[in-house]
Nanobody
Framework: QVQLVESGGGLVQAGGSLRLSCAASGRTFSNYAMGWFRQAPGEEREFVAGVSSAGGTTNYADSVKGRFTISRDNAKNTVYLQMNSLKPEDTAVYYC?????????????????WGQGTQVTVSS
């Protein structure tokens, strides 16, 4: 089992920044690809960003490319999502996820473990 706890969400004005963190415990953190997903009210959960188990490969949804950056610190068992130039359409609950596959995959069903989510609200 892997336990994931997100933090760092909140209310921010459009154009602002937030940094989300996800602390992992349980199994060996460096064995898992890590990802961030989000879900807005009435919408399906969608992939935002992913990082490979070793941290060398990242991928992003087109909607956040150039604005968001995912990173991980395997020594601290933590993955981060730096979000800049936030837009109202970024408003959602953001979830951290872990996948036993070494490279982050985009499809929700592939992911093995999920955090409880943190709310991000961007006002216009």
């Amino acid at each position: 089992q892997v336990q994931l706890v997100e933090s760092g969400g909140g209310l921010v004005q459009a154009g602002g920044s937030l940094r989300l963190s996800c602390a992992a415990s349980g199994r060996t953190f460096s064995n898992y690809a890590m990802g961030w997903f989000r879900q807005a009210p009435g919408e399906e959960r969608e992939f935002v960003a992913g990082v490979s188990s070793a941290g060398g490969t990242t991928n992003y949804a087109d909607s956040v490319k150039g604005r968001f950056t995912i990173s991980r610190d395997n020594a601290k068992n933590t993955v981060y999502l730096q979000m800049n130039s936030l837009k109202p359409e970024d408003t959602a609950v953001y979830y951290c996820a872990a996948d036993q596959f070494p490279v982050a995959r985009r499809a929700v069903p592939w992911w093995d473990y999920w955090g409880q989510g943190t709310q991000v609200t961007v006002s216009s």
